[in-house]
């Protein structure tokens, strides 16, 4: 028989650590529970959740926080099987700990996918115990029994107990193995509006972030780091960085100094202070070289394509018209509002971790590597994230945070400037994609061939991507350019790049075959259905959130002095369609408003659903109107927000109007989904107001 | 190293620090008021607002030598317990996404509603130009009118 007990004691060694000493939990607690009693027996079926004889009902979120809402919409899901009032639930961050919660990384917009049943079982266990319990205590049958609120109650005689009253006994009662989970009807949490749980310490500047993090002895420690890739360090001189007051120590790991000092401006200072020689270790690259080596790639052909179904060049070679284009995005830079950081403590071959990781599991193993201790010995406390956006997919911030803590023999925590992260990334790789359409003599779509680019990166473009499935003579070349300027995954990898030019460029070929943006889209759709080798979406969806977008923003019914542009994309298993109303003044954008339509199965909290469409769509067309990032010999140029510009209130639109198409299918990814058609449905409505295309990103404040 | 002696949340406080400190890593690192976020440390994000008196001044380009005896308000002291009316309308219209920009959009916003309690979407435009790279701007906008109408006290 399963445990479904726990002693308060464990609980709060348990949350304790989650909270990294910070004692979050056990404030929380504390505060709910006048007096603690440290052996009182908890009842906890799984680890998701605690409810005591009280009856307060401790609910683990076991994903880290970026911002995606994950910290809410898990909890939520236990809390509607559970049958809880929401309103009475404490949520904690659940620590690391595979062995209990399974894959606890934040990415690819997985997390309320993957637990989509596993949640609601976990919530629909601890019921159904309780009901068990209660059923036993009045020796009535469990089917008379039924939940509300926290309570058991017993329907013939109206007897009621509360949920903390069952504990002891619920404790001691065989773990269920199968449960039955609710009807989606009865959903009286999942689809609502709930606040982001954690609001009110937002609001009010609760240590929440793994860069509040404050531990006695720590020192607060910057590093310098090459200043360009391509550089490493040959010697440094900390002579005078060691009389700046404050500073305690300096220490050298790999091609970086540190300086630890017991403030953050002493480090600083101390940092600045530092003498540093770096010598060339490879080729030192600009953008422009990268741009000429792209000019070139577009147009070799692939000796292998990625995605091939009949002959396109055969169709461009025959066809009565043949459209081409060429379409370039930059890098980008990460750059979550709060700058790279870790806490570590290293001593006596253990390590003490605290700090944003999307990837709990593969950071303890690389921490547990780069240290050589083994992994148990690794403890890792999850923060909120202030943004991540697929930086903290990698764990370079931890190991160096654990390295310099175990060289210099002290609990650091290591802080980047907003300069070190811009130059110190993996970045959103540059791409170029060169398009080219055969329209036929029915004027129809009969061949398309891409030759896509990008820097670094593995997956240049998604080579089943519609319209590949509708078109008989496709081809898809992708082609990586090498490069010692390291790339990775950036919020909608590869997507947010690939969904801009094939938008636009699909936008293109209507226009030329004098169609309508929308109903050109649904006529390729329709043509899927008997389709040129596979297709990898649901055209029924698909369809779904065309129409719905049209729909709601009166598609095809003039504004006078205001002008539409349509994209619609699938990625993580939803689809967006969205449509931007914008006017053009003496070369000056102004963005009135934009309608996105979105399936996603389930919507779970429907705040926070709607917060990260908002968000996707102004992160995509912020960067598509300000955002580039270029090198020098190896250096980045815009290395902090003066050069290296994001969006502001000014130019965001003052309404993005989102509509979910109703649905009680599993939840799919809603993180990423709204990003990558932002930038072409507004890049086609500005062709709509000037007759300008926009092939090249960002477009700039100012349009020729 | 030297002696200052701020006014900070109503109450006062000494510390002990070198004069070119910006006033941002006094609060974090001196005084744990860690509630004001450092996301540039060149005055572009806002992340490090603070009410000087009744303005918003980015902490991370004010060194602590230059605050002297004005009144310094932090998110930590904008209200007793958090009910502040921009505070309590940031939660209805549930702005945060990761949260991490919003101490400084809040104070932005109040001090805003201090010069003009009935704001238009052009002094919104103005006023709040702390970065938000979740892009919540659309809640921020309506957070502010939301707290512009309950009026009162800012
Ligand atoms: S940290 Fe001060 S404005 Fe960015
Ligand atoms: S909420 Fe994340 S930066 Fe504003």
Same mark, same amino acid.
């Given at each position: ?49 605690? &409810? ?11 994903? *880290? ?31 690391f ?21 596993? =949640? ?43 949920? +903390? ?8 009662? *065989? ?21 982001? $749980?954690d ?9 929440l ?38 500073v305690?120590?300096?220490?050298? %790991? ?6 630890l ?16 020689? %770096? ?67 290293v ?9 944003? @990781? ?5 950071c ?12 148990e ?17 990698r764990?370079?911030?931890? $190991? ?6 175990s ?23 540059s ?10 003599e029915?004027?129809?779509v ?12 593995g ?18 070349? =992708? ?20 969904a ?24 390729? !759709? ?6 040129y080798?596979? &297709? ?12 719905? =977008? ?14 539409? +542009? ?61 955002s580039?990032? @270029? ?66 990103? *960002? ?6 | ?21 910006p ?7 001196? !005084? ?24 918003a001044?980015?902490? /991370? ?5 230059? $605050? ?13 317990? +958090? ?6 309308? %940031? ?6 996404q990761?949260?991490? /920009?919003q ?8 001090a ?7 704001? @238009? ?9 702390? &970065? /938000?790279? /979740? ?20």
């Amino acid at each position: 028989m399963k445990q479904a007990s726990l002693s308060r004691r464990n609980f709060l060694r348990v949350t304790t650590l989650a909270g990294g000493g910070m004692m979050l939990g056990f404030e929380m607690l504390a505060k709910a529970l006048p007096e603690t009693v440290a052996d009182e027996v908890l009842f906890s079926p799984n680890a998701y959740l605690v &409810i005591d004889p009280k009856g307060i009902v401790t609910l683990m979120a076991p994903n *880290p926080e970026i911002g995606q809402g994950v910290k809410t919409a898990l909890p939520m899901l236990l809390a509607e099987e559970l049958d809880v009032d929401w309103q009475k639930v404490v949520v904690q961050q659940a620590p690391f700990d595979d062995s209990k919660f399974g894959n606890q990384s934040a990415g690819g917009s997985g997390a309320v996918r993957g637990r989509w049943e596993s =949640a609601r079982k976990a919530g629909a266990v601890a019921r159904q115990m309780l009901v068990t319990a209660a059923a036993q205590t009045w020796s009535v049958p469990e089917s008379e029994c039924y939940t509300e609120n926290g309570f058991v109650i017993h329907k013939p005689s109206g007897k009621k107990l509360h949920y +903390g009253q069952l504990t002891e006994k619920a404790a001691l009662l *065989p773990v269920p193995e199968d449960v039955k989970l609710k009807d989606p009807k009865d959903f009286t949490i999942i689809g609502k509006r709930v606040r982001n $749980v954690d609001n009110k310490a937002i609001i009010t500047g609760k240590p929440l972030f793994g860069i509040d993090t404050r531990r006695e002895g720590m020192l607060f420690t910057m590093v310098k780091r090459p200043p360009a890739f391509g550089k490493k360090l040959k010697s440094y001189d900390d002579s005078a960085t060691l009389k700046v007051p404050g500073v305690k120590k300096v220490v050298r %790991w790999k091609d970086v100094v540190a300086v630890l000092a017991t403030s953050t401006w002493a480090a600083k200072k101390g940092r600045d202070a530092l003498k540093t020689e %770096w010598e060339d270790a490879g080729p030192l690259e600009s953008t422009p070289d990268h741009d000429a080596a792209f000019r070139k790639l577009i147009y070799t052909e692939a000796e292998k394509p990625v995605r091939e179904d009949g002959d396109a060049k055969k169709a461009l070679a025959n066809a009565k018209k043949v459209l081409e284009s060429v379409y370039e995005v930059p890098v980008l830079s990460h750059a979550p509002m709060e700058p790279i950081n870790f806490f570590a403590d290293v001593r006596d071959g253990k390590a003490e971790l605290y700090g944003p @990781t999307q990837v709990p599991g593969r950071c303890r193993t690389d921490v547990a590597k780069a240290l050589g201790i083994p992994e148990e010995n690794v403890t890792l406390g999850l923060p909120r994230h202030g943004g991540a956006f697929g930086r903290k997919l990698r764990s370079d911030n931890a $190991v160096e945070a654990a390295m310099i803590s175990s060289i210099a023999q002290a609990p650091v925590q290591l802080l980047w400037t907003r300069e070190d992260d811009m130059q110190g990334d993996f970045y959103r790789p540059s791409s170029v994609f060169r398009y080219r359409a055969a329209i036929d003599e029915n004027n129809e779509v009969n061949g398309w061939y891409l030759i896509a680019a990008a820097l670094n990166s593995g997956r240049p473009s998604i080579a089943d991507n519609f319209p590949a499935g509708v078109i008989p003579n496709y081809r898809n070349d =992708a082609h990586n350019l090498q490069s010692n300027i390291p790339t990775g995954p950036w919020r909608a990898p590869t997507h947010n790049a690939v969904a801009f030019a094939e938008q636009c460029f699909l936008d293109e070929i209507a226009y030329e075959l004098k169609k309508d943006p929308v109903a050109f889209r649904l006529e390729l !759709l329709e043509k899927a259905k008997t389709p040129y080798g596979n &297709i990898n979406f649901n055209i029924p969806r698909f369809r779904s959130v065309i129409e719905l =977008a049209a729909k709601m923003s009166n598609w095809g019914v003039q504004t006078p002095g205001r002008y539409k +542009g349509f994209a619609a994309y699938f990625s993580f298993h939803t689809y967006v369609a969205e449509v931007a109303e914008v006017s053009v003044e003496k070369g000056k954008l102004k963005v009135h408003k934009i309608y996105a339509a979105v399936h996603c199965g389930q919507v779970v909290n429907l705040s926070g659903a709607e917060n990260q469409v908002q968000g996707g769509i102004l992160d995509g067309l912020g960067h598509a109107w300000h955002s580039a990032l @270029t090198f020098d010999k190896g250096a980045v140029k815009e290395n902090n927000f003066h050069t290296y510009k994001l969006m502001r209130m000014d130019d965001a639109p003052p309404e993005v109007e989102v509509q979910f198409v109703p649905s009680n299918d599993p939840p799919t990814g809603l993180g990423e989904p709204a990003l990558p058609p932002a930038p072409a449905a507004v890049c086609n409505a500005i062709f709509a107001a000037t007759g300008k295309r926009i092939r090249k990103l *960002p477009f700039g404040p100012e349009l020729a | 190293m030297a002696s200052f002696n701020l006014q900070i949340n109503n109450r006062q406080y000494t510390v002990d620090v070198e004069p070119d400190t910006p006033l941002l890593w006094v609060l974090r690192d001196e !005084l744990n008021l860690v509630g004001t976020k450092y996301g540039c440390g060149i005055a572009q994000c806002g992340a490090c607002t603070v009410l000087m008196n009744d303005n918003a001044v980015r902490s /991370c380009s004010l060194p602590v030598s230059a $605050v002297g005896n004005n009144k310094i308000t932090t998110i930590e002291g904008l209200s007793e317990n +958090g009910d502040h009316p921009v505070q309590q309308a %940031w939660d209805e219209a549930d702005v945060p996404q990761c949260g991490y /920009c919003q101490s400084g959009q809040i104070l932005s916003a109040v001090a805003l509603l201090k010069r003009k309690p009935q704001p @238009t979407d052009e002094d919104i435009n103005a006023a709040m130009t702390n &970065i /938000c790279r /979740c892009g919540t701007y659309i809640r921020i906008r309506k957070a502010i009118h939301l707290a512009a109408q309950k009026g009162g006290k800012v």
